[in-house]
């Protein structure tokens, strides 16, 4: 196939269709676009929640021995230290995020915006994977405990606090999942395509 | 722009420029598939690896007291458990897909195949990237231990053990950054084109 430029009118091409002087149809890319925005919204809710959840856990027991205070609090651990700054980084990005993704919506067919998005979801993807798996882990032994290297479960003691970051650490998975839903819904949505 | 269609041996339209009756002239979409089967290799490499390290991690010291014998080993960490086969079902998915990878060498244009990848991979890469941080918290936690909840690292006595599996998760590391990668390439080769 040979194209001809024939008007600008004749730019509302989809899905490999050619509709010369039709008005302006965005079809289904524009519904992907504005879906996109409604989950981005989510997305940012979840990850933004599951840092302040995690940042503001800390629980203090009432009693104390001669050796010890009991305080657990999310800066015991590095690992949930790093679950916070990791999810207020993916939710500050995905706020950054929300003009490119309105920009798709006014411009179904481009495939910058898009393939930006995809690109910066698949390294937050990571980011925010990482941090909620490592916390879920950390979480899992202050539930469970280990006998064969003899960590003690510590949620019998801070039940407040393994609620708090056990809700943090779900949190981060529903923002994970939103952000797979994303880069599907992008990439689905990229070819077939040849205007920037 | 208006599309007419004026021969068969015309269809070499890369990067939405338009060369009719001219040779077939992939460019650079195949070199983007080539590399993506190289580092594909690369991956299956690392995920195989990484599951093979810590699936064969295992150490006896060669003393014991009344109370404990002291053995450590892979399975009694449930988050080393679940890392094995996490990694075992990466390494066989980028196996299975390797197919996919070079339909994408010998129809560098076509994008089913290209899209068909970037899901999986994404797919993958979450589990990958969760099981990977998950047994890096837990490596971290042997080798350091925690204060706070009174955990002991236990990577003193058990320095071969640990030595493994730090090793297994930077394997897996290595395979969460070639799937990015991969995914990344896909996405950018991905738009500019009509031909399924």
């Not at 519904?31 to 979840?46: E, K, N």
């Not at 203090?60 to 230290?81: G, K, N, V």
């Amino acid at each position: 196939m040979s194209t001809i430029d024939v008007s600008e009118s004749s730019k509302n091409i989809g899905n490999g269709r050619k509709v010369p002087g039709a008005p302006l149809r965005p079809g289904w890319k524009k519904g992907v676009a504005i879906m996109d925005f409604i989950l981005r919204l989510g997305a940012i809710a979840a990850s933004l929640g599951a840092a302040a959840s995690m940042a503001t856990s800390d629980q203090t027991l009432p009693f104390f021995t001669q050796f010890f205070q009991f305080e657990a609090s999310y800066d015991s651990f590095s690992t949930f230290q790093f679950f916070v700054i990791a999810m207020a980084f993916v939710g500050g990005y995905l706020v950054l995020s929300i003009p490119f993704s309105i920009v798709t919506i006014i411009r179904p067919h481009a495939a910058g915006p898009r393939l930006f998005l995809i690109i910066l979801d698949t390294v937050f993807l990571t980011l925010s994977t990482s941090s909620g798996a490592a916390a879920a882990a950390i979480v899992y032994l202050a539930h469970n405990g280990n006998q064969d290297s003899n960590w003690l479960a510590i949620c019998n003691q801070f039940g407040d606090f393994c609620q708090q970051i056990s809700g943090a650490v779900v949190a981060s998975l529903v923002a994970v999942l939103l952000l797979v839903v994303l880069i599907v819904m992008s990439a689905v949505a990229l070819p077939h395509n040849s205007y920037l």
